[in-house]
């Protein structure tokens, strides 16, 4: 691999806006995308590139602590954990700077718990982004 993380490279993140914008116009109902775009130049790119197109995008980012997080890559069984936890503490950086309004508690709650937060969020209708 040319980088140390694939959200390096641009064609990943091109890639992601086209394949969202693609969804927009096929899918009348919300998208909800669970990614970990934590490169303030990256996130700025893709949910800009969102709204430029008219989408209409509201963050939320589902908070955890570092003790979750290796728990949770642990179960993926899929060799990214020391990869992952060599993230955390960059990843936990930039989560630190997102305001209080767009964080929602996922430390041990049920995913429908999150999912039902998430949907009274969205009828609150307030931009949540940046």
Not at 63 to 82: H, S, W, Y
Request: proline residues 3%; hydrophobic residues 40%; without cysteine.
């Amino acid at each position: 691999m040319g980088v140390a993380d694939f959200q390096d490279y641009p064609e990943w993140r091109q890639w992601n806006l086209d394949l969202l914008k693609k969804m927009d116009k096929e899918f009348s109902g919300t998208i909800i995308v669970p990614m970990a775009l934590y490169k303030v130049d990256y996130f700025t790119e893709i949910i800009s590139g969102l709204k430029e197109s008219q989408i209409d995008v509201r963050h939320f980012q589902l908070e955890v602590d570092k003790k979750m997080i290796a728990e949770r890559l642990a179960k993926r069984k899929d060799g990214t954990f020391e990869w992952g936890m060599s993230k955390v503490h960059e990843i936990l950086s930039f989560f630190e700077s997102i305001p209080l309004s767009q964080k929602i508690d996922n430390q041990n709650r049920p995913l429908i718990d999150v999912v039902h937060e998430i949907l009274a969020r969205l009828k609150e209708g307030t931009d949540l982004t940046r």
